[in-house]
């Protein structure tokens, strides 16, 4: 295993924030500290698999197919993943962990069953225990099985009858039992008598099945051990006459703990004996300092008050402390996780705000689900580095995967934030080989998500594998809370400090900031925020393109819903609006809902010269063929000047203009398409010289210059190993003379929204 150091290099995260009159910041390289990467000490992405790619034979690409749970064999050399979608599992070689090869799938639908989902998976020594769900949706009369698949030749050798539908299962240590939570879950479209749509009880209720895995496999059963629930009721759990298991986790004494979520409680199970040992709630907690409200705003300033927690996963921290991850269902969910003392039931930590705060420190915000259960961690997973326990935490909706050093459970110590795909649910660690392997179950083939497998190496042995690595830009506090930020749409260079940028979200995130961004840390760090306003007050704008101006302040290119909706915007170096430039008139009405992309800035004072991009071409313009826009503010005069698109073969796909900026005497743009992951095929930076030539001034047919390539992105992009994003957004040179570019997250709507910094070095 690769050495786990506890040095300064790996602090817990913590920064001062300094108010600024408007403008509120925080030294980049104090914010910086605490992020700086140990190779030895770290994880690293290897590669991030789309399973559709080991769809069966003949079934369609863009058919939904996911990963749920895996299971790893005892070698580490062979990956199983539920994918209730298909109702199957599949399996993937880990030969080489930096490129799986998809190795088929083993349906489990059976004749007269409509709907036989796989829950989770187990290995067994040559054997795999799969919890198959065949309910098919009747939560009166629930029904399930474990099917025992010989991993050799992936023949079902046996199958239990559960007598009900489960969820979750585990194997002891020694390999002697199995645990399976059987949830019976509840119906949330039905209303019980004197309750709402949705509530509790509705029975029947859960249990837990033990198998004895002693033995020849065909002599395999389970043994029920039911839930007391006098003693639930004791414990002051909700409706303890329908209790609903949810996941079960051993600990070396062959303990199970599990999670009852709806309940809001925990249960300690003795295997050996299939006795209850005892039962206690989860308890409430009230969170101050987070987003409460799906209001299209970051504002952590909102709270909850002793909201019960509803854990979902759990895990053993050593054999006296349980963890788990607080997802919440429908009464409750605290946005963190908690440790337990497993005898008492006493917390002896719990993360409060911080796994929000992460969220919004490294741009994975998702303000869709802030009235709800924000971040929700669901998956969980206790491994261990070094002899030292670590515990995973994964964010259902804000896709990441948190390391933590409980080696003091009374105060964890983050590691480290990995990215993920949409959705993370598995997290499973393969310490045998330094691995680890995280599967999303989001898949939706039309918006450009697909369920996956992301893997992960730990240790200098895998350094190499990403560049550059996640996060590539944080954000330092302002008044003690993290700089939310994401969308980042602009770049531009700070006319001022040649190892600064100014970026802004577009309108994914409101009101409209200019943020500043210190680029001479790694990572980057955003340490500054000028609200933009009008008449005093902060505005909603759809800013898509952003150049600081050598005379002070900035242009904004903010995109409308429509034509007419664009305008180019100056504002003053405190955030004013100055003046609202609107197109011309015959411009704004050829212009559909894709507009102003980008804006750059040449010269100053009566000289000063503005540049735009449309994104895509005019209506009545050429095939193909968009405009650059040249405006001269002292005059008021704007010229239009065409750029040839490069064209697309897939259907529903189309390339356009994502970014100017200007560098010498050419201008520099971004060409893209609006696809992602392996199904990107352009991402492109390229020149054309600035014209000395006069543009048409309205809907002729304007000139088109001819253009370079300067820099294919696509590979700069697949060396994060990540899902390659759609929307490289953001293009500047700075005044050191480097090349940025940075991806727009779409605020996580339909997208992983993981944001990747491009540092590109030097153009020639």
Known sequence: ????????????????????????????????????????????????????????????????????????????????????????????????????????????????????QPTSVAVVGEHLLVVVDSSGGDFVAPS?????????????????????????IAVSADGKYAAIAM????????????????????????????????????????????????????????????????????????????TLQENNGIAIIDAATATVRTIFSAGTASVEGIDTEKDGLIDPSGSIEDLPR?????????????????????????????????KTGTVVWDAGNSFEH?????????????????????????TELDGKPVVLVGSERSNFVAVYDVSEVTAPVFRQVLATGVGPEGILPIPGRDLLAVSSEADDAEAGVRGTISMFGFGADFAESATPEFPSIVSADADGTPIGWGALGALSADPADADRLFTASDNAYGPARILGLDVSVVPAVIDSQIPVTENGKPVTLDVEGLAARADGGFYLAVEGKDGPGNALIRVSGDGAIEQRITLPAEIAAGLGSQGLEGVAVQGSGDAE???????????????????????????????????????????????????????GDSLLLIERDKRSGPDAVLKSVTSVRIPTDAGVTDTAAPSVLAKTEV?????ELRATNGWVQE?????????????????????????TGETVFLRLGTLN
């Open 1 to 116: 295993m690769g050495k786990w150091r506890l040095g300064a290099a790996v602090a817990t995260v913590a920064v001062l924030a300094v108010a600024c009159g408007s403008e509120e910041s925080n030294s980049g390289p104090a914010a910086a500290a605490g992020w700086e990467r140990d190779a030895a000490t770290s994880y690293h992405r290897l590669t991030t698999y789309p399973v559709y790619e080991n769809r069966p034979a003949g079934a369609d690409a863009a058919a939904p197919t996911s990963a749920e749970i895996s299971a790893v064999t005892e070698d580490g050399e062979t990956l199983i993943y539920t994918d209730a979608m298909g109702q199957r599992i599949g399996f993937l070689d880990l030969s080489d962990p930096k490129n799986p090869q998809g190795t088929g799938t083993l349906s489990l639908a059976q004749p007269g069953h409509a709907d036989d």
């Open 144 to 168: 399930g099985r474990v099917d025992v698949v010989r991993i050799s030749d992936r023949t079902t050798v046996h199958s239990i009858d559960l007598g009900g539908q489960p969820d979750s």
């Open 183 to 258: 949830e019976n879950q509840r119906d949330e479209s039905f209303t019980p008598a004197g309750g709402a749509e949705g509530d509790l009880p509705q029975p029947p209720t859960g249990f837990v099945q033990l198998i004895d895995l002693s033995g020849a496999v065909p002599q395999w059963a389970a043994t029920p051990v039911r839930l007391d629930e006098a003693a639930a009721r004791a414990a002051g759990l909700t409706a303890p006459e329908d209790l609903e298991p949810e996941y079960v986790s051993f600990n070396s004494r062959g303990e199970v703990a599990l």
């Open 310 to 342: 509803e854990p979902d996963t759990i895990g053993w921290i050593g054999d006296d402390h349980v963890v788990t991850a607080n997802e919440g269902d429908w009464r409750g969910g605290t946005r963190g996780w908690t440790i337990f003392d497993a």
């Open 358 to 382: 992460l969220a919004l420190r490294v741009g994975l915000f998702n303000d869709g689900r802030a009235d709800k259960k924000g971040t929700e961690p669901e998956g969980l997973a206790v």
């Open 609 to 663: 010269v503005v540049w735009v991009a449309l994104q895509r071409e005019l209506k009545g313009d050429p095939k193909g063929v968009t405009r650059i826009g040249r405006y001269e503010p002292a005059t008021g005069q704007w010229q239009w000047y065409g750029y040839q698109l490069e064209t697309t073969d897939a259907a529903g796909d189309w390339i356009g203009v994502s970014e100017i900026a200007v560098h």
């Open 711 to 715: 820099r294919d992105l696509l590979p």
């Open 727 to 751: 929307k490289v957004e953001g293009l500047t040179v700075a005044g050191n003379g480097e090349l940025y570019a940075v991806t727009d997250n779409d605020g996580l709507d339909d997208a």
